[in-house]
């Protein structure tokens, strides 16, 4: 590798180096303890001294450096892992460098020309791979030593490295932690003792940030149930960042299938950088924070003061800006943040230079004023772009007009800012779609009725106006702790939609696709898929005692809703709860809105909630148990397993209470949750068990809780509910109210931010994604363990022996993912499938393990074999083997029966696993992930089927939006269930040519046995035997028949000796003539159709032969060859 040119000093460096080569420009050395006579104690001090500093020679055990012979200074230009590798580089130097340099008179001449040479070679050699890193010279060094260490396969991708102590026992190792897009690696080597640690990101099960008195701070990572902690890290938190974020994408990546197709930085697993994720992670917090859509990235951060007018003061916060969206928070956050879209921007003006501010004008009379600003100027012309305002000077009469009214507007505003008037937005009166809310449909205000609870109504539409006539409406609203206090109070029916739209973010949504909606309802519309069948099932389910969903016009707009949404998202579909979601979104929100809605809480808000595990309702789960230990600590101590709380709250996330509490109460909940997202929900579970924690600690079992807590929910009300009875939700415990007394929901609310609203969002994010590991892994392990009890029952493996099985093969199933985003694997994806097809097997990929893990050596055709067994047990022929038919087959091979072996020896020979065409073609490949084909009448077979565009043969009856067949999955099972054990007599008979494959099999199977010589004798032995009984059958059968007819099994026998003894001898030359001779020979002589064996024959006859039954009854340890794969497999693919 050629190295940047750097000084160095020789002088003491005679004791590490040994030259040796040498002419009058360049010196090449060899590092002391390595190569011949390394051993001893020098190569274990200069093997220390090596990891422990930050040098290449280190890793590189050879060098290059230039000299000029009037000058004492060295340069180091190149080094070399292998000899090979350095002596490449000094014949270069020769070829190259070594004429040109008798042309220069001035040996700095000579420095400089050789010096700019070696520039150059780098430059051009990183114009590619190393152009996004921050250091390209200190990462390639890096990459050298992380490519020799660990010696993983070339296309892995290495994002960063630190400089750390990995704590092995009590005793620290001081070392290099490496971070690459799918491994954590370590390696350390200090006197002797070599410590090398390699970590796939998707085998870790917790990540987090620890202390303790040895380690004051240190990274914990539980992977294999094995603990790791690293510590001494320089920058700790950017370290563990990373990590998170390397943790968080091999997450996404293999186990949810995610592509990242709008996120370019994450889009090829090949181009990962540590700066890329850097910005995705705060893109992500960003995102998080001002509840903006998938598609922002943070662009810009500006600190800067902002003048708020309803406090009067400048308040310092920064500056966020994106592709559409100008954001703003204060210094902590939680004092005022506001978000304003470009699309309502008119104008940007720069009035103070002396004080570099600049003031935003937006659409409603409102000007928002910004200084202290470093890069007033810069930021000004990038908003003006994005919002396609024109900076010049010379404006049509229509912007003039605009510039004067702005103007006009920034100097009243310096003048007046006791005049809050011009805060008062404009709210939208566009009507996109024509329903209105169900609310105003089946219960309209009666405007007249002055009853003490709509009294209190009118006044909390009057504080709300207030608060808009102060702090702003719409979209560009600033979002107070004001505004917390009178969400905390309880919103006013008439305002309900429009505040759920803004706090959510979904208002900016419906802006920015107008006439979305409209177009999936038609396209949806009569769709039939397993998503639309559930969603009817569920309609009437809905809410049912609510006047809106008595009626087909409720009914309708929610089957709308949610069928749109399966149709936008098929990903998530239709999913339980989100019809209870909808329902009460649909009172309170326009159709389209109660749609945008619904995308904003399971795309954003709610993030892997609605779909077949639930993930993130159960990480969230994980999170409120943390919590439970922090701020209950009375509760922890009496119910030491939190998992109770888990299934008894799961319903209150996945529906947000609207499931246990009375639909008027709910509401306000559904209130905080769009203000303040799962953190109100968290706080909200903390108070409830607070409130009934007597009770909770009294109860002798889980049943006694759960009763606990259903009579505490019924007896919740809301007292300022102004909604008639004939819409509130009955209470189920009425009869038993006297014994509870009634709890007010805007109490309880008000108590939660009291108590538990001290913890901040990030702080749930953060835990949400620590637990978020250890939650997918315990799901795998649960999938891991049902799929072994279902693979025991027909296997004789052990159970131990099934998980290594499950391991190899998943990890197979995930090497086949991590370095490209296109794999089979992740195209054929189908999270409605059972446990048992999660994880499956292409051709490629069965035959790297199956070569790892089979008891045989297959000598020359192990890729025709694997293939054949391949085809074998894909029982349905989708180009895919899940688990279990893996292990049938390495089961059968494994046992002890000759007659169970033998048998999947003869069905390897017959159709569907060999069709009898010439062995030795060229392979040719369906797509990217079907088996090697390796004859025209399989891909024809193949070709047979209706493949899909984008080339995936669908296992399942239902994939994306076609039509379940549940008659197919019915008849699947039945046949499951009826399937009888079949005998020897059911198998077909063999034929010539399959008989004739089947003899050179043997032979192959016997290569390199220590009786492979008396095994070859018994087959030939057994081949003559049987073609002799044909040809005695057929003479007695046909004794009129020629004698040329009658000679001919006595000819194939011959052949078939000749081309087995050629083929085994390890001659592939030999073999492939022997083979287009055979196939040109029997073409030729057209044999009789009726020529075959049955399979009692040949078994009868291989029984005669002790030394072929004693090698197929040989007991052969497989767990042996479990370890050698564990520790090959990542190897093979590396060689590969």
Sequence with gaps: MWLKPEEILLKNAFKLWVTEKDNEYFVLQRRRGYGEGGGGLTGLLVGTLDTVLDSTSKVAPYRILHHTPDSQVYWSIACGVTKEEIDQHWDWLQQNIMRTLSVFDSTEDITSFVQGKIRGLIAEEGKTSLVLEDDPEKFREALLRFEKWFELPAQEKLVTYYSCSYWKGKVPCQGWLYLSTNFLCFYSYLLGSEVKLIISWDEIWRLEKTSNVILTESIHVLAHGEDHYFSMLLHLSETFVIMEQLANYSIKRLFDKEAFQGEPALSDPLQITKRGLEAHAKSEQFRAFFRLPKEENLLEVHESFLWVPFSHFNTLGKICLSENYLCFASQDGSQCHIIIPMREVINVEKPDSSSRALTVCVRGKRALRFSEVRDYQRLANTIRSRCGISASPQHSASSEAIRGECQSLINHFEDNPEDVTLMVGQKDTSKAVSTEALMTVFHPQDVENLDPKMLKEKMKEQSWNIHFSEYGRGTSMFFTKKTRDLIVRGVPESLRGELWMLFSGAVNDMATHPGYYTELVEQSLGTSTLATDEIERDLHRSLPEHPAFQSDTGISALRRVLTAYAYRNPKIGYCQAMNILTSVLLLYAKEEEAFWLLVAVCERMLPDYFNRRIIGALVDQAVFEDLIRENLPQLVEHMTDLSFFSSVSLSWFLTLFISVLPIESAVNVVDCFFYDGIKAILQLGLAVLDYNMEALIACNDDAEAVTILNRFFDSVTNKDSPLPPTVQQASVGNNDKASHVSVDISELIREA????????????????????????????????????????????????????????????????????????????????????????????????????????????????????VFRLIDENQDGLVNFKEFCYALDTLYGVSFTNKLKFLFKLHLPPAFTGSPLHLK?????????????????????????????????????????????????????????????IKDLPRINQAQFIQFSKTLYNIFHGDPEEESLYRAVAHVTSLLLRMEEVGRRLQEPSSPPAEATQPA?????????????????????????????????????????????????????????????????VHIQTKLGQARVAQLKLKANK
């Design 753 to 868: 931010y009291e108590k538990y609203g001290h913890f901040r969002s990030e702080e749930v994010e953060s835990s949400r994604k620590r637990n978020k590991l250890h939650v997918i892994q315990t799901l795998e392990d649960t999938t891991k363990q049902n799929v072994i009890r279902v693979v025991s029952q027909d296997v004789r493996f052990t159970s131990s022996q099934l998980d290594e099985l499950y391991n190899l093969f998943k990890r197979q199933h995930f090497l086949s993912c991590y370095w490209t985003m296109k794999s089979p694997a992740l195209l054929h994806h189908d999270p409605s499938l059972a446990y048992l097809e999660q994880y499956q097997l292409g051709f490629q990929q069965f035959s790297e393990l199956f070569s790892l893990l089979e008891p045989w050596a297959f000598c020359a055709s192990k890729s025709t074999l694997s293939l054949w």
């Design 923 to 983: 392979e040719q490949r369906v797509q990217q992930f079907l088996p090697t084909i390796e004859d025209s009448s399989h891909l024809t077979r193949l070709a047979a089927f209706d493949l899909p565009e984008d080339g995936v043969i669908r296992k399942s009856p239902e994939r994306g939006r076609g039509k379940v067949d549940l008659q197919a999955y019915l008849k699947q099972w039945q046949n499951e269930i009826l399937k009888k054990e079949e005998t």
């Design 1051 to 1115: 000819s194939t026998a011959a052949s078939v000796e000749a081309s087995s003894t050629q083929e085994a001898s390890g001659d592939p030359k030999t073999s492939d003539a022997s083979g287009s001779h055979s196939s040109q020979e029997g073409a030729a002589e057209q044999p009789d159709p009726d020529w075959s064996f049955s399979f009692e024959q040949v078994l009868a006859s291989l029984l005669n032969e002790p030394a072929i039954v004693g090698f197929f009854e040989r007991h």
